[in-house]
């Protein structure tokens, strides 16, 4: 389906990146030169999103400022500067900015690098609000740059479910998805995760994932800055 509207949240605090974040928000700490905000705003424009909402908590004047300048997609900022909603909490204040069609909603502190169709594209053409409350990139965990713990397990159909604790075939939850709005007609702008949802939509069988075709990093740490740009190296991702 075209997909015309995207969420990119990026209110977090970046503690486990202190002191760096203490200056700069973690959505625009760089990456082999370039920030992750941009990284998720390049993911955006490469699958045709023409509006993308950027949420703002700490250092928003820096967000702000780094946007504005945008064109593809054109970026409309949500404030959070009186209260941090987290994620699910930023996307129900945003509504009103996102439409009444399912939109992306992506994380600024991931990204991964596509080695076929671009996922979002790819994502985006199978997404079926019929069947659908949510499609999340999944990620197997040899696809990360570190260890990581399974989030969710693949059934049939691509239907997901949580995953048991150290379930060897668990896979990554990858801070990307696409979701029906109609599944926040009763919430409230009020600080909730998008764990409840997920959890939410598993009940009603309603929750899909879509594996990605590529490699993909996360950077929770400044040592993990380092470390992450040399597997790009290695990986033939950057010069």
């Known amino acids: 389906m075209k997909i015309t509207h995207a969420m990119v949240l990026a209110a977090g605090l970046g503690t486990r990146m202190r002191p760096l974040t203490f200056k700069t928000p973690k959505p625009l700490v760089k990456i082999a030169g370039r920030s992750l905000l941009d990284r998720a705003l390049d993911a955006l424009e490469k699958a045709g999103i023409e509006e993308a909402v950027v949420n703002v908590h700490h250092l928003a004047d820096l967000i702000e400022s780094h946007v504005v300048s945008r064109k593809k997609p054109h970026v409309t900022i949500s404030d959070e500067r009186a ?41 985006a053409n199978r997404f079926d609000p019929d ?10 965990r040899v696809q990360a740059a570190g260890p990581e713990k399974g989030d969710f397990l693949i059934g049939e159909g691509q239907k997901l479910v949580r995953a048991p604790a150290n379930a060897p075939e668990a896979v990554i939850y990858g801070g990307a998805l696409i ?34 075709d590529g490699n993909w990093y996360t950077v929770g740490t400044i040592a993990m800055i380092g470390t992450v740009e040399e597997l790009m ?3 033939g991702e950057i010069a």
């Open 131 to 140: 069947r659908m409350d949510m499609l999340l990139m999944t990620v197997k």
């Open 83 to 123: 209260k941090l909603l987290d994620s699910a909490g930023g996307v129900v204040k945003a509504l009103p900015l996102l439409g009444e069609n399912p939109f992306f909603v992506l994380n600024a502190d991931t990204f991964w690098v596509d080695h076929g169709t671009p996922t979002l594209e790819a994502m």
């Open 179 to 212: 979701v029906n709005p109609k599944i926040f007609a009763f919430a409230k702008i009020e600080p909730q995760s998008l764990n409840l949802y997920f959890d939410e939509a598993i009940a009603r069988g309603r929750l899909y994932g879509f594996p990605l």
């Open 233 to 235: 190296r290695q990986r």
